[in-house]
């Protein structure tokens, strides 16, 4: 594939940064390295990636990457199918993470299980807590809250079935602070 790419006299061009980000990608082994990249990359090209890493393991092709500039070589990498399959392994395994305030009303509360259900325009969110829901600090149902959820979202999705886990950090008063929106922020 040739790609045109502008010509600086210093620094790197979007091109050269892109290809930098591409190669880390791929050496990425752990889970970690990839939510780290999906915060600079987006949730979105890291599920390519992830598809084409799927269907490379599955054939058990390997791959030779080289960027080069003219006939100077810039960088270059090769991986066997192995490599592959432990890439794919580890953004299957990925989640992207972030916090989020949003106004709902809770209308379901498990001192058991610690589990709780709130609506959130209109959506019926499910999750977990821990001191968020205590004796100490008790809640009223069903009943509007502010609440601060640490979101968690499986970053390479089988079957395009999204999978979202919410745990509840803290309520408070709907009226109080800045809101933020449950809506899919991750994704770019």
């Known amino acids: 594939m040739t790609l045109p790419n502008e010509r600086l006299l210093v620094g790197e061009t979007q091109?050269?940064?892109?290809?930098?980000?591409?190669?880390?990608?791929m050496k990425a082994r752990e889970p970690t390295e990839i939510q780290r990249l999906a915060e600079t990359l987006g949730v979105a090209a890291i599920r390519q990636a992830h598809l084409w890493a799927v269907e490379n393991a599955k054939a058990q092709f390997g791959a030779n990457v080289m960027w080069q500039r003219d006939t100077k070589m810039v960088s270059e990498f090769r991986l066997?199918?192995?490599?592959?399959?432990?890439?794919?392994?580890a953004m299957g395994n990925a989640s992207a993470r972030e916090q989020i305030t949003v106004i709902g009303e809770l209308l379901d509360v498990s001192f058991h299980e610690k589990t709780f259900k709130m609506d959130v325009d209109k959506n019926i969110i499910s999750?977990?807590?821990d001191g968020a829901i205590s004796y100490t600090r008790p809640v009223q149902l069903p009943r509007a809250y502010?609440?601060?959820?640490?979101?968690?979202?499986?970053?390479?999705v089988a079957d395009e079935q999204e999978?979202?886990?919410y745990f509840l950090v803290s309520l408070g008063d709907p009226a109080e602070g800045p809101l933020?929106?449950?809506?899919?922020?991750?994704?770019r």
Not at 80 to 89: G, S
Not at 180 to 187: M, V
Request: hydrophobic share 45%; proline share 0%.
């Open 127 to 129: 999750g977990s807590f």
């Open 163 to 165: 999978e979202i886990s």
């Open 80 to 89: 066997q199918f192995q490599e592959i399959q432990q890439l794919a392994f």
């Open 146 to 156: 502010r609440a601060t959820l640490n979101v968690s979202r499986k970053i390479a």
């Open 180 to 187: 933020g929106f449950l809506a899919e922020r991750t994704s």
């Open 15 to 25: 091109l050269d940064q892109a290809m930098q980000k591409t190669f880390e990608l």
